[in-house]
C-alpha cells in the first residue's frame, strides 16, 4: 500500500465519503441485481447513484482509491463491484497512529 496515494485519496471529501459508506453498503446505497454487497462489493452504478455524480467522475474517484490500495475490484457480467480493503485501512491506520 502508497500510505501517499491513499492519503492523497483521502483528501477529498467525495471519495473518503465512498470510502465510509462502503463500511456499511446496505445502508448507503440502493439494493442491487446481483451478488451480495458485503462478499462481491457494490456496484459503480450504485455508487454513482449514491453519491449523485457522473458515471466518469465516480470511477475516477473509484480508480484513485484502488492505486491507494483502499478498495478492491472484482467485474461480475459487465459491471464492476468495489469493496474496501479492510486489511490495507487498518495498515493505514496503524501507520498514521505511530509518532513521525
Known amino acids: ?11 477529498n471529501q467525495t471519495r473518503l465519503s465512498i470510502l465510509q459508506n462502503l463500511r456499511e453498503p ?3 446505497f440502493p439494493p442491487q441485481d446481483e451478488g451480495d454487497v458485503n462478499v462481491d462489493g457494490v456496484c459503480v452504478s450504485s455508487i ?4 449523485g455524480l457522473s458515471q466518469s467522475t465516480t470511477s475516477t474517484y473509484l480508480a484513485s482509491l484502488q492505486r491507494a490500495g483502499l478498495v ?3 467485474r ?8 474496501r480493503n479492510e486489511e490495507n485501512i487498518r495498515l493505514l491506520l496503524e ?4 509518532e513521525l
Open 1 to 11: 500500500m502508497n500510505v501517499l496515494e491513499a492519503i492523497k485519496a483521502l483528501s
Open 26 to 28: 446496505e445502508k448507503h
Open 95 to 98: 501507520i498514521l497512529g505511530k
Open 72 to 74: 478492491t475490484s472484482k
Open 48 to 51: 454513482q447513484e449514491g453519491v
Open 76 to 83: 461480475m457480467g459487465g459491471w464492476t463491484y468495489y469493496k
